[in-house]
């Protein structure tokens, strides 16, 4: 019985970390002045399901300049359609399209 409640756990363990790709539309800004997650400066950030995490991938100024008043991530929340994988907590992106 040991052995086959380790064996469950290893496998529940195993499949969080090989999440399907993720496609969906979502809001991204900066994850430490718009959705607080703690951190030493500004990064990108997305939050998906209510859950923000850091994006790997693409820097906080890939779309312009992040404290820019108006577009700035550190100033705004922008939507945008973003792909990837959720991988030790964070969001490894292969895709971001800002919709305007």
Request: charge should be negative.
């Amino acid at each position: 019985m040991k052995k086959l409640l380790s064996l469950l756990i290893v496998c529940i363990l195993f499949s969080c970390n090989t999440k399907e790709e993720i496609n969906q539309t979502a809001e991204i800004s900066c994850g430490q002045c718009q959705f607080k997650l703690e951190a030493d400066g500004c990064d990108l950030a997305v939050k998906l399901d209510n859950k923000a995490y850091f994006i790997e991938g693409f820097g906080i100024d890939d779309f312009g300049d992040a404290h820019d008043e108006n577009t700035g991530f550190c100033n705004v929340i922008r939507k945008g359609n973003v792909s990837g994988k959720i991988k030790e907590d964070k969001f490894i992106a292969s895709s971001i399209k800002l919709i305007d």
